[in-house]
């Protein structure tokens, strides 16, 4: 999917691979392969914090959608941001981005799971 995302959700956007993964998960919850005690979601604000944003509230693809094309997380103005169309090339590095991200949280879950002590 990382490679070619439009094969998989119709369209090279961010927007559609987040309703993709949104897709999934929903299923997974229908199904009870994961429980709503699973919906608290560190990666929401593991962005904020990584871009520079106070607050998750605007979700992660919209930060880094955002990000993509050129605005800063300081004071933004989020009705700029959606009055703004979003070119192709933008697009495209918000996907590349957030695959880094992803990767880079990855990582760091991983690193803390190592060195959270285990309770038994």
Same mark, same amino acid.
């Given at each position: 999917?990382?490679?070619?995302?439009?094969?998989?959700? +119709?369209?090279? &956007?961010?927007?559609?691979? =987040?309703?993709?993964?949104? +897709?999934?998960? =929903?299923?997974?919850? $229908? !199904?009870?392969?994961?429980?709503?005690?699973? &919906?608290?979601?560190?990666?929401? $604000?593991?962005?904020? $914090? @990584?871009?520079?944003?106070?607050?998750?509230?605007? +979700?992660?693809?919209?930060?880094?959608?955002?990000?993509?094309? +050129?605005?800063?997380?300081?004071?933004?103005?989020?009705?700029?941001?959606? !009055? &703004?169309?979003?070119? @192709?090339?933008? =697009?495209?590095?918000?996907?590349?981005?957030?695959?880094?991200?992803? !990767? !880079?949280? *990855? *990582? %760091?879950?991983? %690193?803390?799971?190592? &060195?959270?002590? *285990?309770? =038994?």
């Amino acid at each position: 999917m990382e490679r070619r995302p439009a094969m998989w959700v +119709g369209e090279n &956007t961010l927007k559609a691979i =987040h309703l993709y993964i949104s +897709g999934y998960y =929903h299923a997974l919850l $229908d !199904e009870g392969v994961v429980t709503a005690a699973h &919906t608290d979601e560190p990666f929401f $604000d593991w962005v904020a $914090d @990584k871009l520079g944003y106070f607050e998750s509230t605007a +979700g992660w693809v919209n930060m880094i959608v955002a990000e993509s094309m +050129g605005f800063e997380s300081k004071n933004i103005s989020w009705e700029e941001v959606f !009055e &703004t169309p979003t070119t @192709k090339e933008q =697009h495209s590095i918000s996907i590349n981005r957030f695959y880094e991200l992803l !990767e !880079e949280f *990855k *990582k %760091e879950m991983e %690193e803390q799971s190592i &060195t959270k002590p *285990k309770l =038994h």
